[in-house]
């Protein structure tokens, strides 16, 4: 099994930007929670971080082609307003959970609206470095008939 994990914007400052927010862990220690996890369960991950739009767009079609399993994406500000990224994801036929580390329905007024969340199969938020290892599980599970429709 070959998951596909997204992370947009300013993750790459996680232990860094807002730290009452998201912590004092910083994004090698993400990453290295989600490939930790991702060795036990006998998955292979692959990991990226990207600023921009277009590239993590990319990405999306790139796991396509790759005949991944499933994506983990976690879009950042762009979840609010990319309607771009709502349709690449969208597009691709396996299994999509959006994550956050944060509660978004907790935040501001204009973090509640998710624009991306209905491209996926679900939604993981508030829950820090254990959403994204929720998701691996899962999308193991929708892979294997496991999960409920």
Known sequence: MRIVVLNGPNLNFLGIREVG???TSGYE???SSIKKKAE???IQVDVYQRNSEGELIDLI??????KADGIIINPGAYTHYSYALHDALASVSMTK???HLSNIHKREAFRHVSVTASACDGQIAGLGFLSYQLAMEAIMDKCSGQADS
């Open 29 to 31: 220690e993400l990453v």
């Open 21 to 23: 927010v998201y912590g």
């Open 61 to 66: 079609q790139q796991a396509h082609y790759d």
């Open 97 to 99: 959970i959006e994550v």
């Open 40 to 42: 036990k369960m006998d």
